[in-house]
Structures are given as C-alpha cells and as structure tokens.
C-alpha cells in the first residue's frame, strides 16, 4: 500500500551566533543559570529585517536538492509556524512566491512546537489518499524580534533560537516510510504559554499601554509547562508504540522537540531510555519551535546517527497546548 517517505531534508540558521554571555549584557542573567536550567549555551538570530519564510527559503531549497527534485515538483506546501512573516496573509504564501510556485496550494499550520508533526501527518494523509504527489513540510521561526530581551523578559528571552528545517515528503511502496503519527491538544492550557496581544479578541487589538506592559510578548508559566511536558511525552511515547505493536526496545533514535535538556533527560529517565539514542542539538540552537524537530533530525541524518532502516520516533510538546509523536522508518 502506499505510504509517504522522508525524500530530502533541508535546515538552515541564520548566521548571527547569540552567546548566554552575549544575553548577560542585555539582562540580569548569568551562562551558568541558562546552562545549568536549559543546556544552551547560544543560538542564532537573525539580523535586520528576515522573516521566517526567508529562513524557510534556504532550508526548502537544501531539502529539494536532497530529493533530486525542482519546486515545480511541489503540489502542497505546509508551513507550521508561531511566528509568521506577517499577521496574515501566511508564511505559506509568502514561501510559495519565493520558490516560484503560483498556483500551487500553501498551508499554515498554527501549533507551535508540535507544529511540524501536525504538517507530517496532513502530508501523510495527502500523500496516502492520492491528493498529492510531493509535499513540502516546513518549520519556521524568527523569535528573535518578538522577545523582551530586558530582565522582565529574561525567563522567555534566553530559550529561543530563530531556525528553520523541512521535509519533503513522498510516495512510496516501500519499507521507508512513517509508519504512524499521533497528534493531541488541550486548549484549557492555552494561557499558560502565549503572547496575548495584538488580538481579535482584544478591541482595540493594540495599545500603546499594552506594549508598555509587556503585553505583546511571549508569557509563560515555566514550572507549569514543564510539568505537562514530562507528563505527556512519556505518554505520547508508549501510546505510539503500543499502537503499531513496537517497544522502546524497537526505538534506534529518538528525535524529541529541542524546549529545553532538561524536559528531555528527565523524559529519558521516565521512558527508562538511553541517552545516546536520544537526538539534542539545543546547546547550539536554543528552541526553535516549529523548526525544532525538522532541523534536530537533520542534522542527526547528516552525522550518520540516523541511518537506512532505523526505527526513528519524532515527540513533540507545545503551547496550545499540542503535543505528538511519529514512528518513522527509515
Ligand atoms: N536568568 C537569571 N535568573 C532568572 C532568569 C534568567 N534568564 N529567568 C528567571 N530567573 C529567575 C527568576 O526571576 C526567579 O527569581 P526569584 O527566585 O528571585 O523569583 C529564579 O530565577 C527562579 O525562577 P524559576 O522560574 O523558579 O526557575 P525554574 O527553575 O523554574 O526554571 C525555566 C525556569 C527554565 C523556564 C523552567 O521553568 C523550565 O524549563 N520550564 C519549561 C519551559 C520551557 O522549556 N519552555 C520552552 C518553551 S515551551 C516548549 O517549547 C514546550
């Protein structure tokens, strides 16, 4: 029967490297309380005027070059995102003029670090039921312009890194192929990590008070967020598996969302899982959301750790809340 497989894959950084002793100028912070509580050490922002299709521009066109394929060979292009170009239209569109592709349908999915698995699974779905042939999937993210870097800011400011890594996906009747994805989300949590303003629901969307107040940056309830987290990967985890009659026995990699090392280790110690299998990247990157798992992966099939065969399960957990897995075989 036919499935839908990893055909390429592209990431790409911009290339202003963002120190913890770079932030400690900007705030009240230290490298040993960023390394110590969250394992990065740097990321990377942008500089000037880029969004994030820009960023997307680079990893697409590595992704399809890796697939053998031209954009003209794209017939769907999902673009998973918490930090758009542009409030709307979406970065979608924007990402579709860049490659030269008019006509050709273009998505935005809104689910923040579990974005990239809801894009698979769409693909998935369109490549299994025939609606299309080759499926551009895209994490995106420019964070860097919309934090506080203040000391108010500083529990938020110091995690993000803007990034960018995509998939394309195709056909195939192979054994390679994504085996399962299983996606959840629970809007009660919705407050506990999100930028309130400007908003729809706020009349007017945007003041000049607001902003004062902070109100258009990113709020969170760390200690909140992270306890739904070691909760609901673990969970994630054994039902996917379950599901498709594997164990963590089965599991070669583990390519888990890049929040913070801490979240991961302690996922790891519940799941019972080794370490070196377990793939972490964000010492170097911080976390790029959407782009977190596309560019972890990545890197992880450029260094070999990732290999023809291979039992690889994606996990993603976000705000929204939205959490997720995928079983891949590679
Ligand atoms: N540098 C120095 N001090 C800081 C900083 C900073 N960057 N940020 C906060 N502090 C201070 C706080 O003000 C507080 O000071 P106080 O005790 O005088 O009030 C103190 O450090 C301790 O703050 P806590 O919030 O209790 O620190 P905690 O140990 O909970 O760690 C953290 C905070 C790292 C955010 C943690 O809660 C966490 O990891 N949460 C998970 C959230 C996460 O990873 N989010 C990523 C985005 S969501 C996602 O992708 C899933």
């Not at 970065?91 to 923040?112: E, K, T």
Request: proline residues 4%.
């Amino acid at each position: 029967m036919t499935g839908s497989t990893f055909l390429g894959m592209g990431h790409f950084v911009p290339p202003r490297v963002v120190t913890n002793n770079d932030l400690a100028v900007l705030m009240e912070t230290t490298d040993e309380w960023i390394t110590q509580r969250t394992g990065i050490k740097e990321r990377h922002w942008v500089d000037g005027d880029v969004g994030a299709s820009e960023l997307a521009e680079h990893a697409s066109r590595q992704a399809l070059a890796e697939a053998g394929l031209e954009p003209k060979d794209i017939d769907l292009i999902l673009f998973a995102t918490l930090s758009p170009d542009l409030n709307f239209p979406g970065s979608a569109c924007l990402l579709q003029a860049r490659l030269g592709l008019p006509g050709v349908a273009a998505m935005d999915i809104r689910n923040q670090c579990t974005g990239f698995l809801y894009g698979l699974k769409t693909a998935d779905a369109y490549i299994r039921s025939g609606l299309a042939k080759h499926v551009l999937v895209v994490g995106a993210e420019v964070h860097s312009t919309g934090l506080d870097v203040t000391t108010r800011g500083r529990d938020v400011a110091v995690l993000f890194g803007d990034g960018a890594g995509c998939a394309v996906v195709g056909p195939t009747d192979g054994e390679s192929r994504v085996i399962d994805t299983e996606l959840h989300a629970d809007g009660r949590f919705a407050e506990i990590l999100m930028v309130e303003a400007p908003a729809s629901r706020l009349n007017p969307r945007l003041t000049a008070e607001m902003m004062e107040q902070g109100r258009h940056y990113p709020k969170m309830d760390g200690r909140s967020v992270f306890k739904h987290a070691v909760e609901r990967l673990p969970e994630v985890i054994h039902s996917i598996l379950k599901r498709n009659g594997y164990t963590l026995a089965d599991v070669d990699v583990l390519v888990p969302h890049q929040a913070n090392l801490r979240i991961n280790e302690m996922v790891a110690r519940q799941l019972g899982f080794p370490a070196e299998k377990i793939v972490n990247n964000i010492q170097k990157y911080g976390n790029t959301t959407a782009a977190s798992i596309p560019m972890a992966l990545h890197e992880a099939v450029q260094d070999g750790r990732v290999h023809k065969g291979n039992l690889v399960l994606l996990a993603g957990f976000g705000a929204g809340l939205t959490w997720g897995a995928s079983l891949v075989r590679w």
